[in-house]
């Protein structure tokens, strides 16, 4: 038997009855595995299952956004992020000499 029950925050109250005793083990322990209480497994197990899809669709656009990006900014020379860095140290550096060391 399932129950769903409407809360007042919007959030639903689900009770599984005649569950398998190796089933709600097997939760139990997968539950310990990750570290959570087994009603956040069970609620991670759910949107995993419900919702799994559609984030693995998301991965995949960004994915392809990402390629597109780098396809069109192929060769445009852009500075790394160590001479990024290296540039504002030595302005920095600068700064700081012109203000005769002090900050």
């Given at each position: 038997?399932l129950r769903l029950t409407a809360m007042e925050a919007g959030v639903a109250t689900l009770t599984?009855?005649?569950?398998?005793?190796?089933?709600?083990?097997?939760?139990?322990?997968?539950?310990?595995?990750?570290?959570?209480?087994?009603?956040?497994?069970?609620?991670?197990?759910?949107?995993?299952?419900?919702?799994?899809?559609?984030?693995?669709?998301?991965?995949?656009?960004?994915?392809?956004?990402?390629?597109?990006?780098?396809r069109r900014t192929a060769g445009r020379g852009s500075a790394s992020a160590a001479e990024l860095?290296?540039?504002?140290?030595?302005?920095?550096?600068?700064?700081?000499?012109?203000?005769?060391?002090?900050?």
């Amino acid at each position: 038997m399932l129950r769903l029950t409407a809360m007042e925050a919007g959030v639903a109250t689900l009770t599984v009855r005649n569950l398998d005793d190796d089933v709600a083990r097997r939760l139990r322990i997968r539950a310990a595995e990750h570290g959570r209480s087994a009603e956040a497994e069970h609620r991670e197990i759910l949107r995993t299952a419900l919702l799994g899809g559609e984030q693995k669709l998301a991965r995949q656009q960004a994915t392809e956004r990402l390629a597109e990006f780098r396809r069109r900014t192929a060769g445009r020379g852009s500075a790394s992020a160590a001479e990024l860095l290296d540039e504002s140290r030595s302005g920095r550096s600068a700064a700081l000499s012109a203000a005769g060391g002090k900050v």
